[in-house]
């Protein structure tokens, strides 16, 4: 059984830059959730894809967007990156909407 | 709002030194409790989840329990490689999205 997967593990942008993160759900599960972790932070909710529908949103502004495909992989995308995007980007997948998540390695976003 | 905090910040153990972790949560309507471990620069791992209170679950030398306004993650016997940070996360009944709310997390240091 294949777990959450992350591309890329890394990434460095410039203020003002556009950027696309993609997750592979664990096999078998529906639901997706995207947070942003700050370093020393606790992991803050940004949204959450159910069956290829945004079914939840955090407080993040509108340049924060995303879509799951058919199979359940999702993509983040982040315009107008400000500084304080600069944090380690975590996706989750579960089976259902109230499973529990599982997490995947993380994308760590460093905007200058 | 949900809010959970956890506490201390840092915790350091000699090995062999048992202790507790603490999460203190403030939600309307749990339907879940999580813990989660993280190693520097990588995504959480599921350890637990607690439905009610006075549920316990253990695994290894690690036992969560869980009241109507807390749970503690109690370590038994800590070793070296126990070192990590030790997430709390709740999960409420919103009848939409299922969202992770979590506290900042508790790092601990064992010391060999």
């Known amino acids: 059984e294949t777990g959450v997967t992350q591309s890329p593990t890394h990434l460095i942008k410039t203020r003002g830059q556009q950027v696309t993160l993609r997750c592979s759900s664990q096999s078998g599960h529906n639901t997706v959730s995207w947070y942003q972790q700050a370093l020393g932070q606790g992991p803050q909710f940004i949204f959450q894809?159910?069956?290829?529908?945004?079914?939840g949103r955090g407080n993040f502004p509108p340049r924060f967007s995303g879509l799951q495909f058919p199979n359940y992989s999702s993509e983040l995308n982040v315009n107008a990156l400000e500084l304080d995007d600069s944090a380690l980007y975590l996706c989750a997948s579960s089976w259902g909407q109230e499973e529990t998540q599982y997490f995947g390695p993380g994308t760590r976003l460093l905007v200058l | 709002e949900d809010q959970v905090t956890q506490s201390p910040e840092a915790l350091r153990l000699q090995e062999g030194e048992s202790s507790s972790l603490n999460c203190s949560y403030t939600v309307s309507g749990l339907r879940g409790l999580f813990w989660y471990r993280q190693d520097p620069g990588k995504g959480p791992e599921f350890l637990f989840t607690l439905y009610s209170a006075g549920e316990e679950k253990e695994k290894e030398r690690l036992k969560a329990t869980l009241t109507k306004k807390e749970s503690f993650l109690h370590i038994t016997a800590p070793k070296p490689e126990d070192s990590a940070t030790y997430l709390c996360?709740?999960?409420?009944?919103?009848?939409?999205?299922?969202?992770?709310?979590f506290g900042k997390g508790i790092t601990l240091s064992v010391r060999p």
């Open positions: 996360a709740v999960q409420v009944n919103t009848g939409a999205n299922s969202k992770l709310t």
């Open positions: 894809y159910y069956r290829e529908e945004e079914n």
